[in-house]
């Protein structure tokens, strides 16, 4: 281990500022040929987090069953990678794992750290067995690759020490995919952790995507199930060479405030980074809750915006940041945010580069789910597709009654309609848009689905593994790949 870290601090002097990326918006009649080494480094392939992969050609059959099922030692809550030529993932139990596209088979596996049992959490000031939804806690996030040096990071939730709830710690850790060792790992705890004024670190979570930008990597931490304990929402953001000095943004909430999005932190092509944020606990001052917040690099505000009922969304844990703030294709600067359960189920287009100081009203409110009590979890995917003989900007929604699609009109008084949903197979996982298709998995009825973009029609449905809340499939290398509760498969696919 020694070795690499002395490798990795000579390969640190050379590394430069991360170029942005940004997704490109075309059509899904659009054919491209299929990847035999395709790259997925990011949850929802790029930095802009539209879920659209634009390397996939168009995709003719599906496979009836998984073409090879491997089961890990923990499991998989994040998107899997493709890098190098394998499938990368890993797991609750602390494991990066790479598998072969074609077999499944384990290429290679690293035990980073001891994760977390609930019973142990259960221990800490405020917490109880109530207390989170994931046992034990390892990696929850997507993990991402940096591809200009071959290091995978993942960020830990572990064992410090002995089993007490005081040990509970957070770590980043660097790992080379070419020596598959431990190039550098560090605490990623913000300040004031386990004090009277702070905050408990096991009420923590980090559950969204990581985020590679500007030679940092971006980690979002939230809260536990149930909202319980002391906790905060916070970026974190760490120099990929492992050298350096951390930047923090905490939201100013008395507690709470979770950052807790799937996809991660979003990369505007402004130079900034774009959060939204969970329920506070004031419901008489604003304090940055239920809000999108942009940032600069080093984590210092830039604007904010947050709907007129902010308080209210506070009040029910409606939170506006269970699902990130996603780009709509076409224009230059427009978002579309939805959140969870509300009473009419908004949905919001806002300026990405106009946010503003504060709640206000945005560009256009609508509803987005058809049930009034399903809101939308998870993350969503756009694309441009074709309605109604013209390419019209679409947001697929990952409501928990299932994907639903609003086409976008754009222009200097913007708005979105409901052109379907949900779909016949329903299922309320994130969706992402490839070879023609929109596809989502469904937690509840462990499925795989591909709709029409255009009509939301079924094409194909195919049992699963069993599933995780916000599981989001990966396309790639002719697969189709799905993360489970206990293993991750593979089902084949045909042009």
Request: glycine fraction near 12%; charge should be negative.
């Amino acid at each position: 281990m020694n070795r690499s870290l002395r490798d990795h601090t000579r390969l640190s002097r050379r590394l430069v500022p991360l170029a942005v990326a940004v997704a490109a918006t075309v059509s899904l009649s659009v054919a491209g040929a299929i990847s035999n080494r395709a790259q997925v480094t990011t949850y929802d392939y790029t930095n802009v987090r539209t879920g659209l992969d634009t390397a996939t050609g168009p995709i003719g059959g599906l496979a009836n069953s998984a073409a090879w099922t491997t089961h890990l030692d923990g499991a998989v809550y994040g998107e899997p990678l493709l890098y190098g030529g394998f499938i990368l993932v890993a797991t609750e139990h602390d494991t990066i794992y790479a598998l072969v596209p074609r077999t499944g088979k384990v290429a290679w596996r690293l035990h980073v750290a001891t994760p977390v049992s609930t019973s142990v959490i259960d221990q800490a000031p405020g917490l109880g067995s109530y207390c989170g939804n994931i046992n034990p806690l390892g990696i929850t996030g997507t993990p991402v690759i940096d591809t200009a040096h071959n290091v995978i990071y993942v960020a830990a939730e572990e064992m410090d020490g002995s089993t007490k709830w005081q040990n509970i710690r957070h770590r980043l850790y660097a790992v080379s995919l070419r020596t598959h060792q431990i190039l550098w790992k560090r605490l990623i705890d913000p300040p004031g952790a386990n004090t009277a004024n702070g905050y408990t670190i096991a009420a923590q979570q980090q559950r969204p995507a990581l985020t590679l930008a500007y030679g940092h990597v971006y980690v979002n931490f939230g809260g536990l199930a149930g909202d319980c304990g002391k906790y905060h929402g916070w970026v974190v953001g760490v120099p990929s060479t492992g050298a350096g000095a951390e930047s923090y943004y905490q939201v100013p909430t008395n507690t709470e405030g979770a950052v807790w999005a799937t996809n991660g932190a979003l990369v505007t092509p402004q130079g900034n980074l774009i959060v939204d944020t969970g329920n506070g606990s004031s419901t008489s001052t604003f304090d940055g809750a239920n809000a999108v917040v942009e940032l600069t690099p080093g984590l210092k505000v830039v604007s904010q915006w947050a709907p007129s009922d902010w308080a209210n969304l506070s009040a029910q844990d409606w939170d506006l940041g269970s699902a990130g703030p996603v780009p709509v294709p076409g224009t230059n600067n427009l978002l579309f945010v939805a959140g969870k359960h509300a009473a009419d189920s908004y949905g919001y287009l806002i300026h990405e580069t106009a946010l503003g100081s504060g709640p206000a009203a945005a560009l256009y409110t609508g509803q987005v789910c058809t049930d009034p009590n399903s809101g939308v979890f998870g993350a969503d995917a756009a694309a441009i597709v074709k309605v109604a003989g013209t390419p019209t900007p679409v947001i697929f929604a990952a409501c928990e009654s299932g994907t639903v699609a609003l086409a976008v009109t754009t222009g200097p008084s913007p708005s979105f309609t409901r052109i379907w949903g949900p779909s016949t197979a329903s299922p309320p996982g994130p969706p992402i848009v490839a070879g023609g298709y929109v596809w989502a998995l469904d937690w509840n009825a462990s499925e795989l689905v591909a709709m029409n973009p255009a009509t939301g029609a079924v094409k194909w449905q195919r049992s699963t593994t069993t599933l995780n809340h916000f599981a989001t499939p990966t396309i790639g290398d002719g697969l189709i790949i799905v993360p489970g509760k206990y293993a991750v498969q593979g089902f084949a696919t045909t042009p």
